[in-house]
């Protein structure tokens, strides 16, 4: 760490706090550089496809976080050694995969969703693939039955035992023609890493197109893969015979700059992220400068600040890519809680996704939650039946509070939320953030935040 890091994060030190808690004194803005690096819900999956080439690969920008650990172990427990190479560069080498020991994998449970992105590489690389329970944020019952009807489609056997699921495919695996429900991001990914090594194509119709999604399928184009996507969302993969390792920089993070950007904007603060890129935040920006933000873009990144004068309420719809990321929504309304007016956010991807709320509500903020969401003259997005909807009414000044955190995105609101508030906060559970968001301590301390840390 450099000395502006380390004497910050020694300052942050105080006895008598336990561990995991972080204790914030609210009412600075945040102001400084910080640097965002490879995206989490693309570096550990790229992490998975590695495992079906003949050949190793090297991921760089790879995020110091504890999901990159979780796909880490699994590789290694299914004989693929990953190598840190150089500061965030992995070497990813499957020439020995073997069968694991379930209690290696069962030990990985509960912590992460990717896991279940190992069903089609082991499928091919094994014959038989064993997959914990899934862990992940409680944002909804998070089911995986677009994945296993897929799976299924490609001719595997799914059997669901009490610890997990093992899937076999006694007669190989075949391309398929499947139709996703929703355009789930997971279920795209499983089937664009089972389809590219099937026999014959794949035809995958309502798809997910985030930017993780095609930065996945330029990785798989690098290794030999063919995969074409339509206009109308529709992906097509011809199976090939076999795949050769990658070398790829991960996509940079865009969730982790939207949650630095809404920091910014709640703490009246200016803060540049490095690494940030335009095109794939523009649905982020346009909402940012409409509830009274301002941003310069940079070749290098993206500094957003807030240029004085009332925030302004807004009427947000999530939606999938490229409408405004169900991400992006949490560290967002806190800013909104500063607004002048009526905001309202619909939550269209999950079904339980405000729960981390009730803090927010706590520390003063006025927000009603409905849970079967509300009609909205202006909206664009066709109503989902599990949809909610945050009615935030500005402006209110938060005070501190002691936290509880409940889920990745929304713990980091809660740091957003306390250092806004007035006064001091307490916050637990904080390693949950870790999860997501590489060196944020170190972050907070580089953008002058005050507060005391025991990791
Ligand atoms: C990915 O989750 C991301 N996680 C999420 O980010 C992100 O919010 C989400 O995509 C939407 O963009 C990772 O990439 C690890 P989905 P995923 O499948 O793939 C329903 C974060 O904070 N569904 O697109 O799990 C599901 O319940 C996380 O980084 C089914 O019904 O999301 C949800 O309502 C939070 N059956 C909707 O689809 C299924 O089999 C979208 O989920 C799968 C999903």
Redesign the pocket.
Known sequence: MNSLVTDAHKAGKRVGLTSDQIVIRGGKPLEGRIEVRGA??LA??AMVAALLADTPSTLKDVPNIS?VGVVTGMLEAYGVSVTEVAPGELLLDPSNVEKAHFAQIDALAGS???PILFCGPLLHRLGEALIPDLG??R???????????ALRAFGAIVDKSYEGIRLTAPNGLKGAEIEL?????????QVLLTAVLAQGVTELKNA?I?P?IMDLIAILQKMGAIISVEPNRVIFIEGVDKLHGYNHRALFDR?EAASWASAALATEGDIFVGGAKQSELMTFLNIFRKAGGAFDIHEDGIRFYHPGGPLKPVVVETD??PGF???WQQPLIVALTKAEGISIVHET???NRFGFTDALIKMGANIVVHKEGIESVTRRVPRRP?EQAAVITGPTKLHGADIEIP???GGFSHLIAALTAEGESTISNVGIISR?YEHFIDKLAMLGADFDYEG
């Open positions: 989490k819900n550990t999956k999901d992460s969703r990717i992940g944020c944002i909804g019952d998070r089911p995986i039955d677009f994945h296993m009807d429900p929703y355009p789930s991001v997971g279920a795209t990914e997910a985030e993780e969730n999938v890519h990321m169900t991400d991807v999950y079904e599990l889920d990745l995105r997501g």
